[in-house]
Each structure stands twice: as structure tokens, then as C-alpha cells.
């Protein structure tokens, strides 16, 4: 997969630093494409003289989350399936719901607690408290 995603950045459009970058997290993907390590931990751990800035490496995640397999570089798997729902045509019946569901309601989703998941859909205002993903 590294090796792919490597080929894909070296004909890509981003400038050199960029793909630089990118090629950094490329490297922090575990083997399932998920990026596990902070990326605050990720610029405490690069040397200085690379002078890549935290937000060089949110920029670079986005691009990365941008490149052929979306989900690639999530974080967790609320944002993996997010970022494969995103990928979808926007016009994808109900694609937004299903964003709003993996985002905010992941585990009623995987506990198949579906009269709670109507009943927070259905009044977007009642108190069913996001999870953080």
C-alpha cells in the first residue's frame, strides 16, 4: 500500500515540500491505513531542521485523505467511513445522514440501538449527545 501511495505522490501536483510531507504520513500508516499517532506527537518527533509545522501536517493529512482510496489516512473508523461516505457523488441519496450517522453516532450504530439513532435524527435539536471520533 506505502509503495502504491508513494507512486501516486510522485505524479502528483503538489510541490516538493508538500509531497514531502505527505510522504511523512504515507510512512506513519499503519497497515490498515490508519494514521494512529497524533499528529502534535508527529511534529514534536520530526527534527527541526525540516521545519514542517503542525499545521504543514494537517495540510498534508488532508491531501493524503484526498489521494485514490478514501479513508486512507482516518484517524479512527468513524472518520474512515466518513471520508468514504464524502467520496460519494453529493447528490448520493442520503449520503448526509449517513456522515452525520458514523460521525456522530457510531457506536448506537454498532450497538443496533435504531430507536434512539431515529429518534436524534428525527429531531436534530433533541439531546443525543455527539461522540467524539
Not at 507512486?7 to 504520513?25: C, E, I, M, Y
Not at 499528529?39 to 485514490?68: C, F, G, K, R, S
Request: charged share 25%.
Amino acid at each position: 500500500m506505502r509503495e502504491y501511495l508513494h507512486s501516486q505522490l510522485s505524479t502528483s501536483s503538489l510541490d516538493g515540500k508538500d509531497r514531502k510531507v505527505v510522504g511523512l504520513l504515507v510512512d506513519a500508516l499503519d497497515e490498515n491505513g490508519y494514521l494512529a499517532q497524533d499528529l502534535n506527537e508527529l511534529a514534536e518527533l520530526l527534527p527541526a531542521e525540516l521545519d514542517i509545522t503542525l499545521d504543514d501536517l494537517e495540510t498534508a493529512l488532508v491531501q493524503l485523505q484526498h489521494l485514490d482510496q478514501p479513508g486512507l489516512g482516518a484517524r479512527n473508523l468513524g472518520e474512515c467511513l466518513a471520508l468514504q461516505l464524502k467520496a460519494l457523488p453529493e447528490d448520493t441519496p442520503q449520503r448526509d445522514l449517513a456522515i452525520r450517522l458514523v460521525i456522530d453516532h457510531l457506536d448506537m450504530l454498532a450497538a443496533h440501538d435504531f430507536v434512539r439513532i431515529k429518534n436524534c435524527c428525527a429531531a436534530p435539536t433533541m439531546s443525543c449527545a455527539p461522540h467524539s471520533i
